[in-house]
């Protein structure tokens, strides 16, 4: 299994490290097969796989369950799973309470939690021995007040993302995911922060890249954002589906092929 230590080993040596967000097991042993470095059980899964209008019906429950399933089905890979709204930034004791549970029961190799709001938490967090990813720029839990758009568009913007980040790290932050900021923005705070940082929408100067599974396969997906790379095409299973269900209603499916033959009845008589 890949450490955090190897994580860092990456960064120092130029070498990119790739992410993929998967929420079962199945998808979790692919990307395992396929040598993926590290796997985000992302709050993402709200959409993709609980068909939520966003990630703020997520519950703690929700990450958990998944979460188990992922670790079960990549037991050599690092693992990082989504903090879900409401579990963070409430209260030091229950915010702790919840990233240990998740944590714990999870088999997780680290947390994350979304915005700079959680200096606090991750210091605590770290002090426990629960590492935490962080999670800038585009934050979708805060997508209903911020929306859906670049983040650290302006000069004032970029100056308080770079110092959030700078900022995240020194409370004890192991790795951070920036989502939708400007690429030379993402490549100087790459460069500033000595620890991993993850682009997603934010160029190719990251020190690695991540893509929800579901998107870049066109697995149930009807929106690609811009920055999404479509590598395969599982809506072929529609097709597939519509095919076995004229067999069934026509009669063609099961054929001899698929049937066990054995003259049972005779062996009555």
């Not at 951070?176 to 400007?182: I, K, M, Q, S």
């Not at 460069?191 to 579901?214: E, F, N």
């Not at 589906?241 to 092929?257: C, K, N, W």
Request: net charge negative; charged share 20%; hydrophobic share 40%.
């Amino acid at each position: 299994m890949k450490q955090l230590s190897n994580l860092f080993d990456m960064k120092l040596n130029n070498e990119k490290i790739s992410m993929v967000t998967a929420y079962d097991y199945p998808s979790a042993k692919q990307v395992e097969a396929a040598g993926i470095d590290t796997i985000l059980v992302g709050d993402s899964l709200g959409m993709t796989v609980l068909g939520y209008e966003s990630t703020v019906q997520v519950t703690l429950d929700d990450m958990i369950h998944h979460g188990k399933a992922v670790r079960r089905g990549a037991p050599n890979t690092f693992v990082v799973v989504d903090l879900p709204i409401g579990t963070v930034g409430v209260s030091d004791e229950r915010d702790l309470e919840h990233a240990l549970r998740l944590y714990q029961e999870t088999g997780a190799n680290a947390v994350k939690a979304e915005g700079a709001h959680l200096i606090s938490f991750i210091t605590k967090a770290a002090a426990m021995g629960i590492p935490v990813v962080s999670h800038l720029g585009l934050t979708p839990q805060s997508v209903g007040i911020m929306g859906y758009k670049m983040q650290g568009a302006t000069k004032a913007a970029a100056e308080q993302l770079i110092a959030d980040a700078e900022a995240v790290q020194e409370a004890g932050a192991v790795m951070l995911v920036l989502e939708a900021v400007p690429s030379d923005l993402a490549a100087l705070i790459s460069k500033r922060l000595a620890i991993p940082v993850i682009g997603i929408g934010a160029g190719k100067d990251t020190d690695g890249q991540v893509l929800v599974y579901h998107d870049m396969l066109n697995y149930g997906q009807e929106h690609r954002a811009k920055f999404v790379k479509q590598y395969g095409d599982f809506s072929t299973g529609v097709e597939a589906l519509h095919q076995y269900h004229e067999e069934v209603r026509g009669g063609s499916f099961p054929s001899e092929a698929y049937t066990y033959k054995k003259q049972v009845l005779e062996a009555l008589d």
